[in-house]
Nanobody
């Protein structure tokens, strides 16, 4: 049974940084594509960053140059380093796992497994 648990969210001022973590269990972590998605109130869930089993990364244009996704296969953990945060980054952030490329390609409608989310609030 796939289980994803996010942590690391919080409240920061614009320009600040946060590091999100996602602890995965119940499957062979290294073989899955992983991704970070976010959803703000009243908006659809959107892809933020994805990483495939080979370590290739993919970013939404809105976060390129500010966010970095990485994975530690030995620890079955996914990370998202977020720098230079902006108020528009405020959202619930979700970890996602897929046996195919959907999480890497940032396709929320095709994600198989989701975490419960961690809230990020950025004030101006």
């Amino acid at each position: 049974q796939v289980h994803l648990v996010e942590s690391g969210g919080g409240s920061v001022q614009a320009g600040g940084s946060l590091r999100l973590s996602c602890a995965a269990s119940g499957y062979t972590f290294s073989r899955y594509c992983m991704g970070w998605f976010r959803q703000a109130p009243g908006k659809e869930r959107e892809g933020v960053a994805g990483i495939d089993s080979l370590g290739r990364t993919n970013y939404a244009d809105s976060v390129k140059g500010r966010f970095t996704i990485s994975r530690a296969n030995a620890q079955s953990t996914l990370y998202l380093q977020m720098n230079n945060l902006k108020p528009e980054d405020t959202a619930m952030y979700y970890c996602a796992a897929t046996p195919n490329g959907a999480a890497y390609l940032l396709l929320p409608g095709q994600v198989d497994y989701w975490g419960q989310g961690t809230q990020v609030n950025v004030s101006s």
